[in-house]
């Protein structure tokens, strides 16, 4: 089945300091779905993307849909410690579904 | 965003006793409901999808009679787990999603700790 893979798995980062994160798959997706997860709480979407080579900001986040359409970034410039939390991806599974499929996630800390 | 509430936010019970964990959506009408399960550490796995005043459709190796979802109304969709093991011990997690609707939203959630 469809699989997103995340990268990387963990980020260690100082407070101030850009991230980088991605997210690829073998199968093309027409949708990127960039949600962020806090401890004990149910994912909140930060970025929706639905054009190959769209790219988006909200706020101090960017996120960008491959040309290929079989990947995704989401940057997020100058961290703040209440970025900390799980960043997952999230893709809707081929054939018209509304399912989702998500990728395992990039645990984010940031030191003050 | 749409607002999402899901009751009770965490629960503890005994094994062999049944737990029902309600999804409302505040704010728009869900004629769809999934149902997710997230283990620790791990990332969210549907577990059903329901339409309103429709049987669910369980992915696989989701027992249907173990998880008994029901979707009455555009607002309120419940899972009940039947007679809860520890393996059962999970964070639950609803997304309704309106006709039409390009993105979904996610409930709070609900831990679940079966001892």
């Known amino acids: 089945g469809q699989q997103l893979n995340q990268s990387p798995q963990s980020m260690f980062i100082q407070e101030g300091e850009d991230v980088s994160m991605n997210c690829t798959s073998s199968?093309?997706?027409?949708?990127w779905l960039w949600y962020k997860q806090d401890p004990g709480e149910g994912p909140v979407l930060l970025i929706a993307?639905?054009?190959?080579?769209e790219l988006t900001s909200n706020g101090r986040l960017t996120a960008q849909f491959g040309i290929t359409r079989k990947d995704s970034f989401l940057n997020i410039s100058a961290s703040i410690p209440s970025d900390v939390g799980i960043y997952f991806c999230?893709?809707?599974?081929?054939?018209?579904?509304?399912?989702?499929?998500f990728g395992k996630g990039t645990k984010l800390t940031v030191n003050p | 965003g749409a607002v999402v509430s899901q009751h009770p936010s965490w629960v503890i019970c005994k094994s062999g006793t049944s737990v029902k964990i309600e999804c409302r959506s505040l704010?728009?009408?869900?004629?769809?409901m999934f149902w997710y399960r997230q283990f620790p550490k791990q990332s969210l796995m549907l577990m059903a999808t329901?339409?309103?005043?429709?049987?669910?459709?369980?992915e696989q190796g989701v027992e249907k009679d173990k998880f008994l979802i029901n979707h009455a109304s555009l607002t309120l969709s419940t899972l009940t787990v039947t007679s809860a093991h520890p393996e059962d011990s999970s964070f639950y997690i609803c997304?309704?999603?309106?006709?039409?609707?390009?993105?979904?939203?996610f409930g709070p959630g609900t831990r679940l700790l079966v001892l």
């Open positions: 329901s339409n309103e005043g429709s049987k669910a459709t369980y």
């Open positions: 997304s309704p999603q309106m006709l039409g609707q390009e993105t979904q939203y």
């Open positions: 704010d728009f009408q869900a004629t769809t």
């Open positions: 999230a893709g809707p599974i081929q054939g018209g579904s509304e399912k989702l499929v």
């Open positions: 199968s093309i997706f027409n949708t």
């Open positions: 993307l639905y054009k190959a080579g």
